[in-house]
T-cell receptor, first 114, second 112 residues
Framework: KAGVTQTPRYLIKTRGQQVTLSCSPI?????VSWYQQTPGQGLQFLFE???????NKGNFPGRFSGRQFSNSRSEMNVSTLELGDSALYLC?????????????FGEGSWLTVV | TQLLEQSPQFLSIQEGENLTVYCNSS?????LQWYRQEPGEGPVLLVT?????EVKKLKRLTFQFGDARKDSSLHITAAQTGDTGLYLC????????????FGQGTTLQVKP
């Protein structure tokens, strides 16, 4: 059974640009969450999607957005990039996102903003 | 604000020693998961504990969920150099779909 797949693995962007990251969850999983990991803040929850709807949201500015498609694949977008957006962005999938169900992570997308 | 305090943040030990990592919170979690993360990679799930007082063993690793479901511990017996890495605890709160509250992580170095 394939794991959580994230693309691209590494990317470099310039301040002010936007970026789109992609995530394919484990087959059969319908909940996809996104996290940002930085050395200073650790892992922080961005948002969760289930059945193409954003169901939960963390405390990030509106520049961070996402969507989910009918096949459960998800994308997240960051607009007007800032230097502080440099981070490892992790996608996680679970069967239905209900607490108690195990959440599995992808390998992440490393974003560097210069 | 829900917080999960993980300690110690850094641990450097000799191969063969035992160690324990702790995660504590004032919040009640419906489940708690432990992950291990290698540099540049995503967290890899080690275990999920759901029931208060639950103890799970994974070879030399023993995980315990507190009776009140507010704390957890990871005990490693006879550590090996291959255990080196970042260990993360993460709690799920009932009703908070898809969201895990992460501890700050414990960086473990096992020296030969």
């Amino acid at each position: 059974k394939a794991g959580v797949t994230q693309t691209p693995r590494y990317l470099i962007k310039t301040r002010g640009q936007q970026v789109t990251l992609s995530c394919s969850p484990i087959s059969g999983h319908r909940s996809v969450s996104w996290y940002q990991q930085t050395p200073g803040q650790g892992l922080q929850f961005l948002f969760e999607y289930f059945s193409e709807t954003q169901r939960n949201k963390g405390n990030f500015p509106g520049r961070f957005s996402g969507r989910q498609f009918s096949n459960s694949r998800s994308e997240m977008n960051v607009s007007t990039l800032e230097l502080g957006d440099s981070a490892l962005y992790l996608c996680a999938s679970s069967a239905d996102g209900i607490s108690g169900n195990t959440i599995y992570f992808g390998e992440g997308s490393w974003l560097t903003v210069v | 604000t829900q917080l999960l305090e993980q300690s110690p943040q850094f641990l450097s030990i000799q191969e063969g020693e035992n160690l324990t990592v702790y995660c504590n919170s004032s919040s009640v979690f419906s489940s708690l998961q432990w992950y291990r993360q290698e540099p540049g990679e995503g967290p890899v799930l080690l275990v999920t504990v759901v029931t208060g007082g639950e103890v799970k063993k994974l070879k030399r690793l023993t995980f315990q969920f507190g009776d009140a479901r507010k704390d957890s511990s990871l005990h490693i017996t006879a550590a090996q150099t291959g255990d080196t890495g970042l260990y993360l605890c993460a709690g799920a709160i009932s009703g908070n779909t898809g969201k895990l509250i992460f501890g700050q992580g414990t960086t473990l170095q096992v020296k030969p």
